[in-house]
DNA sequence: GTGGTCTAGACCACA
DNA sequence: GTGGTCTAGACCACG
């Protein structure tokens, strides 16, 4: 459940997930992150590892570290939601690029997105 | 113009471009790549770089080495619109998840996708 | 408006704000500091934090504590004036190393404040 | 020579002084720092510590790190000017802020820094 | 208990 | 050779 893809720093991965869990709603705006020695025992790694994910997190605001009592998600809710807008204008930018990139018009890449969905229906979680 | 993003492999950025250029009919089967010194010097990256790249699209297989001759693009056509099927399947597949990761609908994909596409209506390369 | 900066202890950023507040005047000589506890409330932090607050203060000598009555701006003006020019020496030191640090001539220095000054002439509280 | 005071974080005094000594411009633009082994050792510090104070300039700006080369001082001379002039700006601001904070008018504050400058006038690195 | 810093030592991918 | 990541283990200041 708590594996890690190797070849890319798992500091990264799990500062992205956490990430994701924040924006997803999952850890709300004021909730305290796992301390860094809770967390490197959850996920089996070391502390210094949690500790640049943690700063990294910080780096980008979604998290705030109070001294001596923790780490907090961001009450700054107006942050999370710039970055929701943020990041979905960017994937889909990516996306987009990366297919045209490839020679395939706009035409096609709607169609195949929406074969996609089509198709995978009812796996998205309710 | 030729300038790589840190932090990801150069070797690959190259071979992705080079891939792209390939599906995209820029580069057409048969034609030969620049000798490794010659892209070498394109790109300004050391010889090493462009060999592992070279190597790395031979295993793709978008690409052959005749010894003595140079690199080409492969002629198997049937690959390369295999793989043009692949990785779009794999773009689309990527994209998605990553958009549910960050809690966005099916709806507000295609959503979004919409939007952005008649937003840059015109401004596909031509 | 009570807010710390991290990654600098809270109890040296509030006794500074405090000793701040005597070498100004706004606290007297003989005045009574808030106790413990209730300037913990006041400026929302833990009564150990205002515990060493007042011990530094102690320490630097603005402050006496009479047990049983509290704490109270020192008596000794003497202490106060040395201080104040004291910290005066020290601070303008410290500010002209560190700009000379980052190669500023000391005509540039002089320039700069001057500047610095014209510019905010009427900002200072009255 | 190159001793570390307590206290504060040994690479952010690092990161300090290297920073100092590329806005002195005793290391241009383009210059190539020791690599993150030699400068551990001259400094006398681990490797890691080396590492986080070349990751703190690079966030900075006035450094940039290529893989498998090193690590180099920025090209971007604008960036290195306007952070002498934000640095400059700031520290005055700071000081004046200070000063003003222990009760000290504009008129004490720019005698007492003429009074300094002129008491170490031959100090100063030529 | 919490985060932060540091060390020693190891391994890896990249140029 | 270069930077980057990771671990194990230690110590510290702060709340």
Redesign the pocket.
Same mark, same amino acid.
């Not at 190797?6 to 991965?13: G, W």
């Not at 502390?47 to 640049?52: A, F, K, M, S, Y």
């Not at 570290?65 to 780490?71: D, K």
């Given at each position: 459940m708590t594996e890690?893809h190797?070849?890319? %720093?798992? $500091? #990264?991965?799990l500062a992205e997930r956490i990430n994701e869990q924040i924006l997803r709603g999952e850890r709300k705006p004021g909730d305290? #992150? %796992?301390?860094?020695? /809770?967390?490197?025992i959850q996920v089996?790694?070391?502390?210094?590892?949690?500790?640049?994910t $943690?700063?990294e997190l /910080?780096g980008i605001g979604t998290v705030e570290?109070?001294?001596?009592?923790?780490?907090f998600v961001t009450e700054n809710t107006g942050i999370l939601n710039q970055m929701r807008e943020r990041l979905k204008q960017e994937k889909i930018s990516q996306f987009v690029q990366g297919m045209q990139a490839m020679g395939f018009s706009n035409q096609e890449i709607e169609n195949g997105l929406q074969i996609f969905l089509r198709h995978n229906e009812g796996d998205a979680k309710p």
């Open positions: 890690f190797s070849s890319h %720093p798992i $500091y #990264l991965q305290k #992150l %796992p301390s860094v020695r /809770e967390m490197a089996k790694v070391n502390q210094n590892t949690v500790q640049r $943690y700063r /910080e570290t109070r001294r001596g009592q923790g780490t």
